[in-house]
T-cell receptor, first 114, second 115 residues
């Protein structure tokens, strides 16, 4: 079955440490996205990529970095510069043909501070 | 900029009651509108969508109509079930010249259905 796989499901970060969240899709989608979800805040866009080797900052990109070396993969690194990283992180993908296309979501990674 | 406002929760209803969750939006350009549902500990699932004015999206007994004149996309269901208990998100996207941009979400409405 086609879908989006995020790993790990739970992740713990120590102070001053960078951590990388994995996102893989086999839907053959061009566009991929990372969102952050905080309680009562909805989802906010961190980064997105519409094509391999290209990506754009979303609304809350500070303290995060991404790469898009393969169509199937869009890993997110939470750097030590992100002072409040505890949140639920969701990866999504869609076709690139227009804003009317729905996004498909993974099951998320919950990141906590040790 | 773009924004979505939806009614705050939690919304608590009895089984078989009528459901309305209000959603209004502001957008630069002509948006597509979506409702997503999230069950505990999971990602989001698309519930329904509408891409132009007066379109009605529907799925699993839920409906929403794209109202350009009132910039609204209210979610309705005639008879809710306990299994409908979840968090519901209204969202929009505006297509840029380069392709599909990210979604703008409302804060979510937690729906609780009691037997």
């Amino acid at each position: 079955d086609g879908g989006i796989t995020q790993s790990p499901k739970y992740l713990f970060r120590k102070e001053g440490q960078n951590v990388t969240l994995s996102c893989e899709q086999n839907l053959n989608h061009d566009a991929m996205y990372w969102y952050r979800q905080d309680p009562g805040q909805g989802l906010r866009l961190i980064y997105y990529s519409q094509i391999v080797n290209d990506f754009q900052k979303g609304d809350i990109a500070e303290g995060y970095s991404v790469s898009r070396e393969k169509k199937e993969s869009f890993p997110l690194t939470v750097t030590s510069a992100q002072k409040n990283p505890t949140a639920f992180y969701l990866c999504a993908s869609s076709t690139r043909t227009g804003g009317g296309q729905p996004q498909h979501f993974g099951d998320g990674t919950r990141l906590s501070i040790l | 900029g773009n924004s979505v406002t939806q009614m705050e929760g939690p919304v608590t209803l009895s089984e078989e009651a009528f459901l309305t969750i209000n959603c209004t939006y502001t957008a630069t350009g002509y948006p597509s509108l979506f409702w997503y549902v999230q069950y505990p500990g999971e990602g989001l699932q698309l519930l329904l969508k509408a891409t132009k004015a007066d379109d009605k999206g529907s799925n699993k007994g839920f409906e929403a109509t794209y109202r350009k004149e009132t910039t609204s996309f209210h979610l309705e269901k005639g008879s809710v079930q306990v299994s409908d208990s979840a968090v519901y998100f209204c969202a929009l996207s505006v297509h840029s010249g380069g392709g599909a941009d990210g979604l703008t979400f409302g804060k979510g409405t937690h729906l609780i259905i009691q037997p």
